[in-house]
């Protein structure tokens, strides 16, 4: 066991039953759970101590590539961060650890509203906790809403807005919720987004939510927002015409003792991070732009079969399998076979065969960014 969770046999019993428990409403029963579940003191130690520690740093990806913008965004004074449906402030914290990271960080404002009271006061205890060890300078305010009335409790304009595991919940039982959600973000943005701000969402990497994400990311789209990642085609989204097809990433994470040991009790895993994200800002500067267009997002898992090896990429183009044949490897295409998830990657000389893409002998493949960063486990 690790040094901050020395518990007994029969508690780890207990935590592991509950996390099995929460695991199963996240995932085959997202639509019976209560909005308010980290109110049963069971659900929420589970939470806690499974859930919390790797969920606080999915944020980690969507900042880190906003990093990269020309603007440098990140690198004000001061910036101002909004949480809407913040449940017990995981992406807040996971802010905070973000920029506490960076060599001037700075002096970040927090505000974080959620339509449970319960969860708020957990917001606090946690901000409170956290900035006892920290030197970053941050301020916390909390607003007891819901999202559709949010409006009317904010003033100014934010330099990060977040909407994190929260979209899916939204208007759960009616046919028009995509159309609805996208109203509802669009309304948000349109008032509260800074002219330079960014929006992160995040959605869970089940097929519904994604796939769900990926219909609010193509009204969104049509709104005149402008995807600036993870997508590097800019069209409506060529996973949606195949049931079957959705985005996440999943990301190698290096869990802590008592995680291990409750993913042995429940059969879990929790070797890696999923999660679906999108990054929406006013202006039409896109990650593709970045690496000078033409780069291509690794969507899969490498998919090896006899004699050749294959990945489904996205970008200019849209969604195709690219696929290397193991007799035309050669040292300019060596990188292909290291590809990961996540990666942005560009290729000379690749090889448009319509339905799929064909890496030949002289093929060359580049890794432009590696979307496996390294990560702490605590």
């Not at 994604?210 to 219909?215: D, G, P, T, V």
């Not at 997002?297 to 489904?312: A, N, Q």
């Amino acid at each position: 066991m690790d040094g901050q969770h020395k518990l007994k046999k029969n508690d780890v019993k207990a935590i592991a039953a509950n996390v099995a428990r929460l695991s199963h409403l996240l995932t085959r029963e997202r639509g019976s759970l209560p909005a308010a579940y980290l109110q049963e003191a069971g659900l929420r130690e589970a939470y806690f101590v499974y859930f919390l520690p790797p969920n606080l740093q999915k944020m980690y990806v969507p900042l880190r590539e906003l990093a990269f913008h020309p603007a440098r965004l990140l690198d004000k004074d001061r910036l101002r961060i909004l949480d809407l449906g913040c449940g017990p402030g995981t992406s807040l914290l996971g802010a905070l650890e973000f920029f506490s990271a960076r060599e001037n960080p700075p002096r970040i404002e927090l505000v974080g509203i959620d339509q449970v009271a319960g969860n708020l006061k957990i917001v606090e205890e946690l901000f409170i906790a956290r900035q006892q060890t920290a030197a970053l300078a941050a301020s916390l305010k909390i607003i007891h809403s819901g999202i559709e009335h949010a409006g009317r409790r904010l003033a100014g304009t934010f330099d990060l807005i977040v909407f994190s595991n929260v979209l899916n919940e939204l208007f759960t039982h009616d046919e028009g919720r995509i159309g609805r959600r996208v109203a509802a973000v669009s309304d948000i943005l349109r008032r509260f987004l800074a002219d330079d701000g960014s929006c992160i969402i995040i959605e869970p990497a089940l097929r519904e939510t994604s796939r769900e994400l990926l219909q609010v990311r193509d009204g969104l789209l049509e709104s005149g927002f402008h995807i600036y990642s993870p997508c590097l085609y800019h069209a409506d989204c060529p996973a949606l015409s195949n049931p079957k097809d959705w985005c996440h990433e999943d990301i190698p994470w290096d869990s802590p003792a008592l995680i291990q040991e409750l993913d042995k009790l429940t059969g879990l895993r929790k070797e890696s991070l999923k999660f679906s994200y999108l990054v929406l800002r006013k202006d039409d500067c896109t990650l593709d732009d970045l690496y000078g267009g033409h780069a291509f997002r690794v969507l899969s898992e490498p998919l090896p079969s006899k004699g050749k090896l294959e990945y489904y990429l996205c970008g200019e183009g849209g969604r195709k399998p690219v696929t290397r044949l193991d007799k035309d490897r050669t040292s300019a295409n060596e990188a292909f076979g290291t590809l990961t998830r996540g990666d942005v990657v560009r290729f000379e000389g690749l090889i448009d065969e319509g339905k799929r893409r064909k890496i030949g002998k002289d093929t060359s493949v580049t890794r432009l960014l590696s979307n496996q960063p390294s990560l702490p486990a605590e």
